[in-house]
C-alpha cells in the first residue's frame, strides 16, 4: 500500500517516470498500434494473422508493431501449437487509448460529443 506522500511523489512533475511515460504515450503514436491495442481488447487474444486481418495492415508490418508493445510490456504472448496469440498484458494500455479516443471525440464534435451523450443518459 502507497502512503499519501509515495503517491504524491510517483506523480509529481519531477518524478523519474515523466520520461517513462512520455515513452508510453509515443508507443501509441501509431495509429496501427492502437487499432491492435483495441483488437485485442476486444479479442483477448488474437495470433498475427488474425490481427493483420483486423487492423488491415500485412502481417509482417503487425509483427513488428507487436515487437514494439511487447518491449513496452503492453502486450504478452503465449504459444499455443505452434501459433504465438498476442494478449494485452494489464488494463492500461486500452484505458490509454479509451481516453485518447474521447478526447479525440471532443475536437470533431465539441463540447458534448457523443461519451458525454452517452454518459448522461445514465
Same mark, same amino acid.
Given at each position: $500500500? %502507497? *502512503? @499519501?506522500? !509515495?503517491? %504524491?511523489? /510517483?506523480?509529481?512533475?519531477?518524478? @523519474?517516470?515523466?520520461?517513462?511515460?512520455?515513452?508510453?504515450?509515443?508507443?501509441?503514436?501509431?495509429? &496501427? +498500434?492502437?487499432?491492435?491495442?483495441?483488437?485485442?481488447? #476486444?479479442?483477448?487474444?488474437? *495470433?498475427?494473422?488474425?490481427? *493483420?486481418?483486423? =487492423?488491415? #495492415?500485412?502481417?509482417?508490418?503487425?509483427? #513488428?508493431?507487436?515487437?514494439?508493445?511487447? $518491449?513496452?510490456? $503492453?502486450?504478452?504472448? +503465449? !504459444? @499455443?501449437? &505452434?501459433?504465438?496469440?498476442?494478449?494485452?498484458?494489464?488494463? %492500461?494500455?486500452?484505458?490509454?487509448?479509451? /481516453?485518447?479516443? #474521447? !478526447?479525440? /471525440? %471532443?475536437? =470533431?464534435?465539441?463540447?458534448?460529443?457523443?461519451?458525454? +451523450?452517452?454518459?448522461?443518459?445514465?
Amino acid at each position: $500500500m %502507497h *502512503s @499519501d506522500s !509515495q503517491i %504524491h511523489e /510517483e506523480f509529481s512533475p519531477s518524478s @523519474d517516470n515523466v520520461e517513462l511515460a512520455a515513452e508510453v504515450f509515443a508507443i501509441l503514436s501509431d495509429p &496501427t +498500434r492502437i487499432r491492435i491495442i483495441l483488437a485485442l481488447r #476486444k479479442h483477448v487474444e488474437l *495470433s498475427v494473422n488474425r490481427l *493483420s486481418e483486423i =487492423v488491415g #495492415k500485412k502481417p509482417s508490418g503487425v509483427s #513488428k508493431h507487436l515487437a514494439r508493445l511487447r $518491449m513496452a510490456r $503492453m502486450v504478452t504472448t +503465449r !504459444q @499455443d501449437g &505452434t501459433s504465438v496469440l498476442y494478449r494485452l498484458a494489464d488494463e %492500461h494500455g486500452i484505458y490509454l487509448v479509451e /481516453e485518447a479516443l #474521447k !478526447q479525440a /471525440e %471532443h475536437a =470533431v464534435y465539441g463540447g458534448f460529443p457523443p461519451h458525454h +451523450r452517452s454518459e448522461s443518459a445514465r
